[in-house]
T-cell receptor
């Protein structure tokens, strides 16, 4: 079946540090991959996506590259801010459309200290 | 802006009560979803609907039912609430390549 494995949290970094949150997946076929972010007290919102191998999704300074050979979609940001403190979820869409049922990772809580 | 609203942010119910969680979206999306969010388990799909009066079970449907009488509204029903249903419940609707989430309902069953 389909599954998503994220690095365990919580992660605490100082402002302006480099961020990596690891995500690997298991899926058959050609899934699409997503990162969703949940700010305190809010629902999830889409951060970025990639729909095919070697695609790079980017938004708000965050990036992730769809690596089929390593089945990974790691989230990176060069210089984090306090406002990036949130829970980050990696997810996959098995048939690639993104409007079907998604499989989510367990989430990684990120805290940025000034 | 797409808006997904949920009827309550916080809810406290007693064991055995029937509980209704309501979700409304304003973007004419066909697909709607109910997830449950628990620490260390991420989001798990309870039910989803791809059209009015159509529904499919997700990964953890036991103890839940749903209703979709109108396209914009998708209700989650706990027929007889139990303490193991204490959780955060998230509703979503979807367009191609993006799901839009409501703010969530934190349900406590005592």
């Amino acid at each position: 079946g389909n599954s998503v494995t994220q690095m365990e949290g919580p992660v605490t970094l100082s402002e302006e540090a480099f961020l990596t949150i690891n995500c690997t997946y298991t899926a058959t076929g050609y899934p699409s991959l997503f990162w969703y972010v949940q700010y305190p007290g809010e629902g999830l919102q889409l951060l970025l996506k990639a729909t095919k191998a070697d695609d790079k999704g980017s938004n708000k300074g965050f990036e992730a590259t769809y690596r089929k050979e390593t089945t990974s979609f790691h989230l990176e940001k060069g210089s984090v801010q306090v406002s990036d403190s949130a829970v980050y979820f990696c997810a996959l869409s098995p048939r690639g459309f993104g409007n079907e049922k998604l499989t989510f990772g367990t989430g990684t809580r990120l805290t940025i200290i000034p | 802006d797409v808006k997904v609203t949920q009827s309550s942010r916080y809810l406290v119910k007693r064991t055995g009560e029937k509980v209704f969680l309501e979700c409304v979206q304003d973007m004419d999306h066909e697909n709607m979803f109910w997830y449950r969010q628990d620490p260390g388990l991420g989001l798990r799909l309870i039910y989803f609907s791809y059209d009015v009066k159509m529904k499919e079970k997700g990964d953890i449907p036991e103890g839940y039912s749903v209703s979709r009488e109108k396209k914009e509204r998708f209700s989650l029903i706990l027929e007889s609430a139990s303490t193991n249903q204490t959780s955060m419940y998230l509703c979503a609707s979807s367009a191609p390549y993006e799901q839009y989430f409501g703010p969530g309902t934190r349900l406590t069953v005592t």
